[in-house]
């Protein structure tokens, strides 16, 4: 049996307010099934009934219209659950690329600043701590490579990482553990 949707409600706006009044809270109640708030419950439910309104004349229905009602309230909120999906998936995304796009700028800054300090290192104890933060090798390397005493070698590299942390500050740990572990500078 198919009836227009207009013919399962009643015609005029006095049978509808009534018709409304009548299934609206069971509709809110059905949709905090699907949503936790309760204001959006609410809305979703009004826009249902205003859409029944609007389109009474074109819906056609197999069912009675409160398992109309029902359906539509169901659908409108799953494609409102999964609007809000596809919203929460974008803000994620884009505080992930800020986020990254942060990190670089950092990144990038704490390069420019270690640069910038490596160029007030003299030469030859610039060269020396090169060799072992860079190369991996140890002081007894640099030492017999460069034909110069451990104890040269030793003094060099306290003099570079001296000069490091007057210019870096804070930020040498972290400069000294991607020498290690990660940074090619």
Request: charged letters at 25%; hydrophobic letters at 40%; proline letters at 2%.
């Amino acid at each position: 049996m198919t009836n227009s949707l207009i013919n399962s409600i009643p015609k005029g706006e006095k049978e509808f307010e009534a018709f409304f009044n009548l299934h609206y809270p069971i509709m809110v109640g059905f949709a905090m099934n699907y949503l936790s708030d309760k204001d959006q419950a609410e809305e979703l439910v009004q826009d249902v009934f205003t859409n029944v309104w609007v389109k009474a004349e074109s819906i056609i229905i197999n069912t009675s219209a409160k398992s109309y009602l029902f359906t539509a309230t169901r659908n409108a909120c799953l494609n409102f659950l999964k609007h809000q999906k596809i919203e929460n998936a974008y803000a994620e995304h884009h505080v992930r690329v800020l986020s990254h796009s942060q990190s670089e700028v950092e990144y990038d800054e704490l390069v420019s600043r270690l640069e910038t300090a490596m160029q007030k290192i003299p030469e030859k104890c610039r060269s020396i701590f090169e060799m072992n933060r860079f190369e991996g090798k140890r002081y007894k390397e640099i030492a017999e490579e460069l034909n110069l005493s451990l104890k040269t070698v030793e003094n060099q590299m306290g003099k570079a990482l001296k000069i490091l942390r007057t210019e870096l500050g804070d930020y040498l740990p972290l400069i000294l553990w991607l020498f290690l572990y990660g940074g090619n500078f």
